[in-house]
């Protein structure tokens, strides 16, 4: 599941945003392949996707641990999962660093990832999306990115972020 299939719009504002981010080498450096490839970068002339831009998979394991500690401390949120949260720290790291252009480990070990058909268990309704948007915000906006993205860059992956958790947490609500 990319960007372009939540809503049309998100896909031209990912492109643009992500046509401008910029990596600053270290002073008196410069990113060479080699050194690029370490961090996730693309060759040169290749647009950077969102896990690239982020810091790869450090960011996104960093992002979704960040999530589920506040989880497993929320009273709304904290019912709704189980109480040992390796297998969901595991699944959701693993379906964003897909998502954002990262390998399709996700969908290789547990196919096309079918969000409103794996949430449909669960009563979510609008005060466990605001829970949940509130938490992945402050994941978002607190865990760092790579160093060497600038801050401008780092404002626009974290905008896209936040489009995209405000979306797909609405679209999961089952409940009225």
Request: one cysteine or more.
């Amino acid at each position: 599941m990319r960007p372009r299939e939540l809503e049309p719009g998100l896909c031209e504002e990912h492109s643009r945003i992500l046509s401008q981010v910029t990596v600053k080498p270290a002073e008196g450096d410069q990113l060479t392949g080699s050194e690029s490839e370490d961090h996730g970068a693309p060759e040169p002339g290749e647009q950077m996707t969102v896990f690239e831009a982020a810091g790869g998979w450090e960011y996104f394991e960093a992002l979704v641990d960040h999530f589920y500690d506040i989880v497993a401390d929320d009273p709304v949120l904290a019912p709704l999962y189980p109480n040992d949260l390796t297998l969901p720290r595991l699944h959701t790291a693993q379906f964003l660093q897909q998502y954002w252009g990262g390998p399709g480990t996700y969908s290789e070990q547990r196919g096309h990832p079918r969000l409103r058909m794996r949430h449909m268990p669960f009563a979510i309704g609008q005060p466990e999306r605001d829970a949940w948007l509130a938490a992945m915000r402050t994941a978002v906006d607190t865990v760092p990115m790579r160093p060497d993205l600038a801050e401008e860059s780092q404002t626009a992956v974290r905008t896209l972020l936040h489009n995209y958790f405000e979306q797909a947490s609405t679209a999961l609500i089952n409940q009225a």
